[in-house]
């Protein structure tokens, strides 16, 4: 018995410091790193936007998809991609998106047309809503609830905007030689990474019962499909029979997903959490953080090349400016997560993007770019606070078990708020032919407009009753 203990003993070691080296720390930092690269490439589009329209020769009424792909995609396919990670396993999940995404950004690369380049976006969303729903899943394993969580969740929101930063500066620097280099970057190191997810991270789960609700799922993809494609239509005449019959489709799908999900064994919502004030505030932030904040963010590079003319290096530059901030700001205010709540950050937020926007208003028309660098820092505050508290709510608005279905509605309503921002932005920034610099201070005022309905939206819901745990958060 001496003998075999003694064997076993360097063995036993060797799996505590495996357990070390793969524990908690390393689960974050690949969470948060493959994360990131899913939100660069997300991003990408946005300072190849023109390039991109150059060699498809994709008219105005068709750019939005190609920047509406990925959003459609995650929208469509978060919630289910949580229930499937809660399921069937998050690690299960985490690996195969991460591969996916890999698999369709290179798809993305050789595209031809806008349609081919649209539907590589799609599946693209669909491989980054595996990721993103599983993510918040391993984390909230991985770290028990308090302040350890609280911390983990900062560093977690902080790949978004780190993302965000270093997407467009990548692949607008390789869209000065071809703007398909960047996209072959992301590609590569997606494929990598999915070894190294395969070492460090151990396989959770939460299960249920029953199947995805897969109806749920198109019913929800065919009416953001109708919403987008009325609003990307709707900038040439609203009350042409197409636009208005593509509104009434978004109304009946949306009515139909409400039916699937009362009726379904296993939604994709689970429908008590409509009760749930912090739920709702957190969902709703999401909504307006698309509308109001990614919405304009990623039209307005291509308003910039357009307008004052700066290169797609030189606009990433400035989106590496808003995006930097606002990775700074969601790190540092985890130092503050016990003294300030979670919805009164996210007020705070939007109030902050909102004088952002405003701020830069009149600098497009007078052809300065440095005077839009304030509003730009005041926004990338305002969006630092925002992707720190989301987090926050998404998780702490659902029980320990629901994690990744929390993240899942979470980031679906943010992703439908972009791609609904998106359509919006393009059609208030070319509402006047021949007058693109007043299209672009139209959106801003939009913008700002959207923010602050956001502040007021989330401050009321955390009024309600039943919402004290919020204000203690």
């Given at each position: 018995?001496?003998?075999?203990?003694s064997?076993?003993?360097p063995?036993?070691?060797?799996?505590?410091?495996?357990?070390?080296a793969?524990?908690?720390?390393?689960?974050?930092?690949?969470?948060g790193?493959?994360?990131?690269?899913?939100?660069?490439?997300?991003?990408?589009?946005?300072p190849?936007l023109r390039?991109?329209?150059?060699?498809?020769?994709?008219?105005?009424?068709?750019?939005?998809w190609l920047?509406?792909?990925?959003?459609?995609g995650?929208?469509?396919?978060?919630?289910?991609?949580?229930?499937?990670?809660?399921?069937?396993?998050?690690?299960?999940?985490?690996l195969?998106?991460?591969?996916?995404?890999?698999?369709?950004?290179?798809?993305?690369?050789?595209?031809?047309?806008?349609?081919?380049?649209a539907?590589?976006?799609?599946?693209?969303?669909?491989?980054c809503?595996?990721?993103?729903?599983?993510?918040?899943?391993?984390?909230?394993?991985?770290?028990?609830?308090?302040?350890?969580?609280?911390?983990?969740?900062?560093?977690?929101?902080?790949?978004?905007?780190?993302?965000?930063?270093?997407?467009?500066?990548?692949?607008?620097?390789?869209a000065?030689?071809?703007?398909?280099?960047?996209?072959?970057?992301?590609?590569?190191?997606?494929?990598?990474?999915?070894?190294?997810?395969?070492?460090?991270?151990?396989?959770?789960?939460?299960?249920?019962?029953?199947?995805?609700?897969?109806?749920?799922?198109?019913?929800?993809?065919?009416?953001?499909?109708a919403?987008?494609?009325?609003?990307?239509?709707?900038?040439?005449?609203?009350?042409?029979?197409?636009?208005?019959?593509?509104?009434?489709?978004?109304?009946v799908?949306?009515?139909?997903?409400?039916?699937?999900?009362?009726?379904?064994?296993?939604p994709?919502?689970?429908?008590s959490?409509?009760?749930?004030?912090?739920?709702?505030?957190?969902?709703?932030?999401?909504?307006f953080?698309?509308?109001?904040?990614?919405?304009?963010?990623?039209?307005?590079?291509?308003?910039?090349?357009?307008?004052?003319?700066?290169?797609?290096?030189?606009?990433?530059?400035?989106?590496?400016l808003?995006?930097?901030?606002?990775?700074?700001?969601?790190?540092q205010?985890?130092?503050?997560a016990?003294?300030?709540?979670?919805?009164?950050q996210?007020?705070?937020?939007?109030?902050?993007?909102?004088?952002?926007?405003?701020?830069?208003?009149?600098?497009?028309p007078?052809?300065?770019?440095?005077?839009?660098?304030?509003?730009?820092?005041?926004?990338?505050?305002?969006?630092?606070?925002?992707?720190?508290?989301?987090?926050?709510?998404?998780?702490?608005?659902?029980?320990?078990?629901?994690?990744?279905?929390?993240?899942?509605?979470?980031?679906?309503?943010?992703?439908?708020?972009?791609?609904?921002?998106?359509?919006?932005?393009?059609?208030?920034?070319t509402?006047?032919?021949?007058?693109?610099?007043?299209?672009?201070?139209?959106?801003?005022?939009?913008?700002?407009?959207?923010?602050?309905?956001?502040?007021?939206?989330?401050?009321?819901?955390?009024?309600?009753?039943?919402?004290?745990?919020?204000?203690?958060?």
């Amino acid at each position: 018995m001496g003998y075999r203990r003694s064997s076993a003993h360097p063995v036993e070691r060797a799996r505590v410091r495996q357990r070390t080296a793969h524990g908690p720390r390393g689960v974050l930092a690949l969470t948060g790193l493959v994360t990131a690269i899913a939100l660069m490439d997300y991003n990408a589009p946005m300072p190849t936007l023109r390039a991109m329209v150059t060699d498809f020769h994709t008219p105005v009424s068709e750019q939005a998809w190609l920047l509406n792909g990925t959003p459609l995609g995650l929208a469509a396919l978060l919630l289910v991609a949580g229930s499937l990670a809660d399921d069937y396993g998050r690690r299960r999940a985490f690996l195969i998106g991460t591969a996916a995404m890999s698999l369709t950004t290179g798809l993305g690369a050789l595209a031809t047309s806008t349609l081919t380049f649209a539907l590589s976006r799609i599946a693209l969303g669909a491989a980054c809503a595996l990721i993103i729903s599983s993510s918040l899943g391993l984390i909230a394993h991985a770290y028990p609830a308090g302040h350890a969580r609280v911390r983990a969740l900062g560093i977690w929101g902080a790949s978004f905007s780190a993302g965000t930063a270093t997407g467009p500066l990548i692949a607008g620097g390789f869209a000065e030689v071809d703007w398909r280099l960047g996209y072959v970057v992301f590609a590569a190191v997606a494929l990598l990474l999915v070894g190294a997810a395969a070492r460090v991270l151990r396989e959770s789960r939460s299960p249920r019962g029953g199947r995805p609700d897969m109806p749920g799922a198109l019913a929800l993809g065919a009416a953001l499909t109708a919403l987008l494609s009325a609003l990307t239509l709707g900038r040439d005449g609203w009350l042409r029979a197409p636009v208005v019959s593509l509104f009434v489709a978004t109304a009946v799908l949306a009515a139909v997903f409400a039916r699937i999900e009362r009726r379904s064994t296993t939604p994709m919502i689970d429908p008590s959490l409509l009760r749930r004030p912090l739920f709702l505030a957190s969902t709703t932030g999401a909504l307006f953080t698309g509308l109001g904040v990614i919405g304009l963010y990623s039209f307005l590079p291509a308003v910039l090349q357009e307008t004052i003319g700066i290169p797609a290096i030189g606009t990433a530059w400035l989106l590496l400016l808003w995006a930097g901030v606002s990775s700074v700001v969601a790190l540092q205010v985890r130092r503050l997560a016990h003294r300030v709540p979670a919805l009164r950050q996210l007020a705070l937020g939007f109030v902050l993007n909102a004088a952002g926007a405003l701020a830069m208003l009149g600098a497009v028309p007078a052809g300065s770019w440095p005077r839009l660098v304030p509003g730009i820092v005041v926004s990338g505050i305002g969006t630092g606070l925002l992707n720190a508290a989301l987090p926050r709510l998404a998780v702490d608005s659902v029980p320990p078990e629901r994690a990744a279905m929390g993240s899942g509605a979470n980031n679906t309503a943010r992703y439908i708020g972009s791609a609904v921002g998106v359509a919006l932005t393009i059609t208030v920034a070319t509402a006047f032919p021949g007058r693109p610099a007043h299209g672009a201070d139209l959106a801003f005022a939009v913008s700002a407009c959207l923010s602050l309905a956001g502040a007021a939206t989330v401050l009321a819901l955390g009024g309600r009753p039943g919402s004290r745990r919020a204000r203690r958060s």
